[in-house]
C-alpha cells in the first residue's frame, strides 16, 4: 500500500490564486521531504528539500517567496504556490524516505496543476 | 549539467524476451542508485535499488546491474510483461540516500509487445 500520500491530485484554477498541496508519511516519521516537479515528457526536477522545523533548501532558479515549503511535523510538508500563473501549471510530486541508509524515497501520486 | 542520463527515450520489446534498459552517471560520489517506474500523472513506484558495494541486485524478474569503473547501471526485465510497459527513471544519490536528494535520469519509455 501507498506509504506516501499526496493531495489533492488535481487543481484547476484561475490565475493569481494560491495553491496548496500536502504531503503525508503514512507509516512512518519523515524529518525530510521532497518536492519535484515534472513537464510533460521531461524528468523529475528537485525543487526544494524540505526540513522539519526549519527553512526549507531552494535548488537553484526556484523562487522560495513563489514555492512555500511548511513541514510543521514528522509526517506532513506543504508547499503553496502562491499568485499561481500559467507558467506554473505542471506536475507536483513528493517524497519522503524511511531515514536509514539505504531505503528508497517514496513517492505520493503527485499533484497535476492546472491555472487558467 | 545532466548528472545522470539515459541515453535511449524509448525501447520497444516483445512479450517474454528481455528488457534491458541503461543508465550512465558522471557523478562519482553517488553510492546509491535506484530505478522507478512511473506511470502518467501518477508518482514513481521504487523498482529496486542497489549500493556502490555491490555489482548486483536482484528481486524476481527485476535484476540491476552496476558499473562502477564505468559509472553505469542497467535494469534488466525477463520476462517483459505487458504490463510493464511505463516510462522507467534512474537516479541516484550521495551518502546512502538516507535523506539527500535524488537526481533523476530523463527516462526511457518501455513497450512491451504482446
Known amino acids: 500500500g501507498a506509504v506516501v500520500s499526496q493531495h489533492p491530485s488535481r487543481v484547476i484554477c484561475k490565475s493569481g490564486t494560491s495553491v496548496k498541496i500536502e504531503c503525508r508519511s503514512l507509516?512512518?516519521?519523515?524529518?525530510?521531504m521532497f518536492w519535484y516537479r515534472q513537464f510533460p515528457k521531461q524528468s523529475l526536477m528537485l525543487m526544494a528539500t524540505s526540513n522539519e522545523g526549519s527553512k526549507a533548501t531552494y535548488e537553484q532558479g526556484v523562487e522560495k517567496d513563489k514555492f512555500l515549503i511548511n513541514h510543521a511535523s514528522l509526517t506532513l510538508s506543504t508547499l503553496t504556490v502562491t499568485s499561481a500563473h500559467p507558467e506554473d501549471s505542471s506536475f507536483y510530486i513528493c517524497s519522503a524516505s524511511r531515514e536509514l541508509l539505504l531505503q528508497p524515497q517514496h513517492f505520493g501520486d503527485g499533484t497535476r496543476l492546472s491555472i487558467l | 549539467d545532466q548528472q545522470v542520463k539515459q541515453n535511449s527515450p524509448s525501447l520497444s520489446v516483445q512479450e517474454g524476451r528481455i528488457s534491458i534498459l541503461n543508465c550512465d552517471y558522471t557523478?562519482?560520489?553517488?553510492?546509491?542508485f535506484l530505478w522507478y517506474k512511473k506511470y502518467p500523472a501518477e508518482g514513481p513506484t521504487f523498482l529496486i535499488s542497489i549500493s556502490s558495494i555491490k555489482d548486483k541486485n536482484e528481486d524476481g524478474r527485476f535484476t540491476v546491474f552496476l558499473n562502477k569503473s564505468a559509472k553505469h547501471l542497467s535494469l534488466h526485465i525477463v520476462p517483459s510483461q505487458p504490463g510493464d510497459s511505463a516510462v522507467y527513471f534512474c537516479?541516484?544519490?550521495?551518502?546512502?540516500?538516507?535523506?539527500?536528494?535524488?537526481?533523476f535520469g530523463t527516462g526511457t519509455l518501455l513497450a512491451v509487445q504482446p
Open positions: 507509516d512512518f516519521q519523515a524529518t525530510t
Open positions: 557523478n562519482s560520489m553517488f553510492d546509491y
Open positions: 537516479a541516484a544519490s550521495e551518502n546512502g540516500g538516507a535523506t539527500n536528494k535524488l537526481i
